[in-house]
């Protein structure tokens, strides 16, 4: 008899038990920590997808209104001139008179379509207003063409306008410097832009929208700064009925001369005191 202490006998290896073992037992579960790459290359392309679809959602509102501005200079510049309004002015007062109220609403809705598309003919339409309404079109227009100015900036800043922001913060040198500059002067560079007479009117509209200026200051600066040169215009307009019986064309030189620029002018410089002031305190400071 073996002794406790007398280790166990041991068994003799037996093949046909190993083999059955093996097959009887559960495979090994397969390595999780293996990269999955088909997926993965997958969301990459989803990824990527997605981002293009983004970009296009941002330009779609710019893209909309530049190919309706394309389309308005094609097929609408002839309408909106001063030639159109000379020769369908009877048929247009007849308009008028026949429905005020629908009349001025839709002046209205083409003059805030025209600045939202940049159509050409502007003035044209302010002589139009100032022809059919008399000074009571000056507010009309300035609504109506502070409205579209602001379309387009909303579109513009939503669809380059954040990138272009960025990459000038992020380029230094001049553009960062002139940037920084808007920033500290923002009411006063906008009021200038919208009070002298050479800046064209739609480059004033998309500028700010790639300068990152705020969507109030931008309002309220077009809304007044739009003031004098509408009323100047308006009216000259509202003078049209004397220049067609003469068979003359409008002074639409009036807004350079003395009597006019003058007053411009003053606006102009009271807009860029207090840019020139902190300008000035500033270098006093350093």
């Not at 989803?46 to 389309?71: I, T």
């Not at 307009?237 to 639409?252: I, M, Q």
């Amino acid at each position: 008899m073996a002794s406790p202490a007398d280790p166990p006998p041991t068994r003799a290896a037996d093949p046909l038990r190993g083999a059955a073992h093996g097959a009887l037992a559960p495979k090994a579960a397969p390595d999780q920590s293996a990269p999955d790459r088909e997926p993965a290359a997958g969301s990459l392309v989803e990824g990527a997808a997605s981002g293009a679809r983004g970009r296009w959602r941002r330009l779609a509102p710019l893209a909309g209104l530049l190919a309706g501005g394309a389309a308005a200079w094609w097929f609408a510049g002839d309408l909106l001139s001063f030639e159109a309004l000379r020769d369908n002015r009877e048929a247009l007062v007849a308009w008028r008179d026949a429905n005020y109220a629908l009349a001025a609403g839709v002046y209205m809705l083409i003059y805030v379509l025209a600045v939202a598309f940049s159509a050409p003919g502007g003035l044209a339409l302010t002589l139009a207003g100032g022809f059919l309404f008399g000074m009571a079109a000056a507010p009309m227009i300035v609504v109506a063409a502070t409205a579209g100015a602001t379309l387009i900036f909303l579109a513009a800043r939503h669809g380059l306008g954040g990138a272009l922001e960025a990459r000038a913060r992020g380029s230094g040198g001049a553009m960062a410097r002139l940037r920084a500059g808007i920033a500290r002067n923002e009411i006063s560079f906008l009021l200038l832009m919208r009070l002298v007479p050479v800046v064209p009117f739609f480059v004033a509209n998309l500028a700010p929208a790639f300068l990152g200026v705020s969507l109030r200051n931008y309002v309220l600066t077009t809304l007044f700064g739009i003031i004098p040169g509408t009323v100047v215009y308006t009216w000259v307009g509202a003078g049209l009925a004397e220049v067609f019986a003469r068979d003359e064309a409008p002074d639409l030189g009036v807004i350079f001369e003395p009597h006019v620029l003058g007053p411009l002018l003053a606006l102009c410089a009271l807009a860029a005191a207090p840019m020139l002031l902190r300008g000035r305190l500033g270098k006093d400071a350093r």
